[in-house]
């Protein structure tokens, strides 16, 4: 058990979510330690591409040292490309906002597997993205917090 189980379990979770609207384009993870891909900056019409990117590394979360538990900052970034409709963008994001964060939330962490002790979600937020000038994509950033054992 430890991050790369943790971080696998939590890919597996996402990736598992049918979406509300747009039911076609599911959550497809690009960075999971699977090989090199490209960015989500730098792709294009694509729709819930998402990876996890590291706000900090562990740190200790234990009684002066004594446990193993770890702390880590981690985001999870997920790239919407949708031209003309910003309405519809914008209800696409927050439903899947609130889904990932049930999702993440969901106390079956499989700890024995995982190590995951808890998971404290941010507030999330977006932010505009552009690869050229004819193409703006946004992405939905969901800061969170991993407490987890490593071994």
């Known amino acids: 058990m430890g991050i790369y ?15 509300k609207t747009d039911i076609y384009h599911h959550f497809v993870c690009i960075k999971d330690a699977q090989g090199n891909t490209l960015s989500l900056e730098s792709r294009s019409n694509q729709n819930r591409l998402f990876d996890i990117s590291f706000n900090t590394l562990a740190q200790d979360d234990g ?23 910003r309405g519809l963008l914008e209800r696409m994001i927050a439903e899947d906002s609130s889904s990932l964060i049930n999702t993440l939330k969901q106390p079956d962490y499989d700890f024995s597997i995982t190590g995951i002790v808890s998971l404290i979600p941010g507030q999330a937020t977006t932010q505009e993205i552009q690869n050229d000038p004819s193409q703006v994509g946004y992405l939905l950033v969901l800061p969170f917090t991993l407490l987890y054992l490593e071994d």
């Open 5 to 19: 189980e943790a971080l696998d379990h939590l890919i597996d979770r996402i990736e598992a979510i049918t979406p």
């Open 63 to 85: 009684q002066a040292g004594i446990s193993g538990r770890k702390r880590i900052e981690l985001s999870l970034r997920i790239r919407y490309d949708i031209g003309g409709d």
